[in-house]
């Protein structure tokens, strides 16, 4: 088992703090056999510009739970996370719960490989007058975590679907209820959405990342070289994080959220 993060005195006195005490999750079998032997198929990631068939659910076709690169050299990690006795809300409402007040709620999702999530606004985020499904809407993440190859501080840039470029129409559609979409800047910049939407007696949310994808002029687009290719190692790295800190959430959300709900 790896080493958890180190936590203040402070941060052990406040009442989640049993979370960061419990052990993580365990991750699906099947996800781990992916993870150290790779995809049972060739399948690779829907490509970033027809994005808009993965928000309504018809990319069938493409990776849903994987990671390797496309044939342009960029990333991709995709995977499908189903979370029981979980809602929609409480998936917008820990978005915006964990980038405010302690470092500890951060923790709390990957106690092993989180540090911090600090929003740059602060205060809209806890305005009461914002709907909690747009309290990440143009809203900086400083984030400090470790996917695998020690910590890293990343800034994610939070932006509306409309921003990101999704067709608003589908949001709030059968194969998406809500959502984040942000862009990384880092060390390994990448675009990232996350969705989710009613399954059984809970969610299902689904993940993909597209590396190798920035900001340019207003626009996001590969700024990936030509002729360059991001690391597989990187692909798998953050497969491996996510797969992890999802899983985890996924056990822990009802249960935080039930306790947590009215202190954002």
Known sequence: MSKKVAVTKEEKSLPYYKYFEKELAEIPTEKLEILNNGQPNNLKAIPFDEKNTYLAGKDD???QIGYGIQDDGTGYVCNTTYMPNVTSDMLDWWFAWHCVGSDLRYKIWD???HYFAKADNADYVCNPNIPMNEKTWGVNHYVLEDIGMGPEELKLCFKSPKDF?????IVRTEFCSSMV??????????AMTHKWYPYKDGVML?????????????????ILPENESVPYF???????HNIKE???LAE???SVYLENKDNL
Do not use: H, M, Q
């Open 61 to 63: 076709n493409f990776c």
């Open 111 to 113: 106690p092993e490989d």
């Open 165 to 169: 470029g999704y067709d608003e129409s």
């Open 181 to 190: 979409c942000a862009i990384g800047e880092g060390g390994c910049p990448a």
């Open 206 to 222: 689904c993940s993909r990342f597209w590396i190798g994808f920035g900001v340019v002029d207003g626009k996001i687009v590969k």
């Open 234 to 240: 990187i692909t798998k790295a953050l497969f491996a």
């Open 246 to 248: 999802f899983t985890n």
């Open 252 to 254: 822990i959300l009802p």
